[in-house]
DNA sequence: CAAACTAGGTATACGACGTAAGCTTTCAGC
DNA sequence: GCTGAAAGCTTACGTCGTATACCTAGTTTG
């Protein structure tokens, strides 16, 4: 991050953005945002109200990462998948970032967009607008839970300490009596660590998916 | 919370606990628990690893009051919400602690008592290890983005902030052009408030168990 | 019963943080 | 080149978590 003459908030915030990703939320400072572009703290004051601003400008990069996927014709809960994977793609390469969208998807424009998406789709499955807005903020916000707690997800990138965190929480649960907890016991694998991020995902959205569709999806499967 | 002459770990805990409550969790502060209790800033260390360390103790906290039902012979997916529920009515006193029990439910000692619950009860229901694991983490998880996130919900409990902060939000939604977010306009009220708790917790309960169930448990509704 | 130990409080201090206030530099447009 | 505004700098304040060293009351022990 060499700087250049004068500042730019675009990279202001991707710096603070790396942050984030290589060591988590609480690394992010303005006194080292400044540094990492060899300026004084009081300079990102010009171009953020305060470091609430630059946080806002985080989540908000987020979310215009995410590509909405085009409307078609398929059924609303086929393209509600997608959307859902779609967002969640934005999300994946900065978990530790998804805790700034809980309250900042309504503030961000992208994140209005993703929103009115889910309205939408959930409208044209028949809901009226007061289940649709509790659906819809169901869903997106489970959606941030599924990356923030990915099983397996530790604060920092640095893969050596991960591995030596994740093997320490899998002993420890392992260490329990097997009479008192021997399904916590026999599932400490797989309560620690996520064999396949993917399959994880893709499980996470059908959850979501099926949970809007409700108790009497199955029934009638293909019901718009 | 006038103190006693020796100071109290579990007084300690209620301190930060009501200062969480009433603030949130940025405003518990060590120094501000100590002054709660005539006492210095350092004194707490006696008590507490570190900061973490009582805020542990607050995790813990909510999650022993958890009251587990009884384990009886009705189908697995109402015992599972029942069980939601329990859980569910140990954090609504306590929604601005929310956040700490993301990492900690494996942590302490209630936890696990409530996770190996929920992996019985997705075993009775025939799942593997595996995805007893991934079902379990998930419910539990979004059962704390649920009281995270209700809808309405500010940081503070002063009812008068809370009302402002909530009416300029919805003010925003509705400022919005109709032509571009119609479905966000017109779900302003619902997408920001919240006219029935009880409701927004039972549907949430409600999803969840569907979730767990899969898209195949209409079909076979009864199935143990 | 005095001496030693210890658990739990205090005093002081340090470095990091967010940011208010005021000053100085740079540079675009006249 | 002059001027005004935009952008960066300096200094400073109050708050935070907590390391270190100390003190003191209460218990244990020779």
Chains 1, 2 share one sequence.
Request: proline share 7%.
């Amino acid at each position: 991050m060499p700087a250049q003459k004068r500042l730019n908030r675009d990279e202001l915030v991707a710096t603070a953005m790396s942050v984030v990703d290589a060591e988590g939320l609480e690394a992010v400072t303005v006194r080292r945002v400044a540094q990492q572009h060899d300026v004084t703290p009081m300079a990102l004051y010009r171009h953020f109200d305060d470091k609430d601003g630059l946080l806002d400008a985080v989540a908000e990069r987020v979310l215009d990462d995410v590509r909405l996927p085009a409307a078609d014709d398929r059924p609303w809960h086929e393209q509600m998948a997608d959307l859902l994977t779609a967002f969640l793609d934005a999300m994946r390469p900065h978990p530790n970032a998804t805790p700034l969208l809980f309250d900042r998807i309504l503030s961000a424009e992208s994140g209005l967009a993703i929103t009115e998406r889910t309205l939408t789709l959930l409208a044209e499955a028949g809901m009226s607008v007061d289940d649709g807005a509790e659906h819809a903020c169901k869903a997106l916000n489970f959606l941030v839970t599924l990356v923030l707690t990915e099983p397996g997800r530790g604060d920092d990138t640095d893969p050596a300490a991960r591995d030596e965190a994740l093997r320490a929480k899998r002993a420890r649960l392992l260490t329990l009596d097997p009479a008192r907890y021997p399904h916590v016991v026999a599932a400490a694998g797989p309560l620690t660590d996520c064999p396949s991020a993917e399959a994880y995902y893709r499980r996470g959205v059908e959850s979501i998916v099926t949970a809007m569709r409700g108790p009497a999806a199955a029934a009638a499967p293909t019901a718009v």
